[in-house]
């Protein structure tokens, strides 16, 4: 048998980046729904934007309609395409897809054991936001509250 190159140990350790489809929902308080990641899975406790793992053949939006059905079971009919945030974690490597949902049918609730909240964002004198009853949330997404917090929609 042949020894492992040292291109199979450089793949052990430099895992393959994720395509991660994630959905911000803002109700007409302006507050947005965080999930918590439940017990048994990496970063357990965080807070988040509801969403997961896009499958192979899978677009985006697809992949964010499903997440939404699963995790909170509401349905959408439209996303829309927001940023892309990519970030490495011991557990993995991500790259974030945030989607924005304007409209969805049904009433969220935590289908998967996560507690979910609907969250104000309060913006700080150091223009860091305070969410007092969802953090931690992930590291990735800290950066992208300060942006949401600006959003005034015009509806
Ligand atoms: N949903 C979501 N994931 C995020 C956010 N920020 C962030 O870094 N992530 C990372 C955490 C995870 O490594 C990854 C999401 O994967 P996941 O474990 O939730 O995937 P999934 O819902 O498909 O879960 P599973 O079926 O594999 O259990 O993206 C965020 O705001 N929302
Ligand atoms: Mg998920």
Redesign the pocket.
């Known amino acids: 048998m042949s020894e492992p190159s040292h291109f199979d140990s450089t793949i052990d350790i430099a895992p393959k980046r994720l395509d ?1 489809a ?1 959905g911000v929902l803002r109700n007409t308080q302006g507050e947005f729904l965080f999930a918590q990641r439940p017990e048994g ?3 357990a406790g965080f807070w ?6 896009v499958e192979s053949g899978e677009s985006i939006h697809a992949a964010l309609a499903r ?1 939404l059905h699963e995790e909170l079971g509401i349905d959408i009919a439209d996303s829309m395409r927001w940023l892309e945030v990519e ?1 490495v ?1 011991p ?2 490597h ?1 790259l ?1 897809h945030f989607r924005i949902i304007s409209e969805w049918r049904g009433k969220p609730h935590g289908r998967e054991n996560q507690a979910l909240h609907w969250q104000k964002l309060y913006v700080n004198d150091d223009g860091t936001v305070s969410t007092p009853s969802t953090e931690p949330v ?1 590291p ?2 800290v950066p992208l509250l300060a942006q949401l917090a600006q959003w005034t929609p015009n509806h």
């Open positions: 991660v994630v899975k990496p970063m988040e934007f509801p969403g997961g793992k997440e970030h974690y557990h993995a991500v974030l992930l990735a997404t």
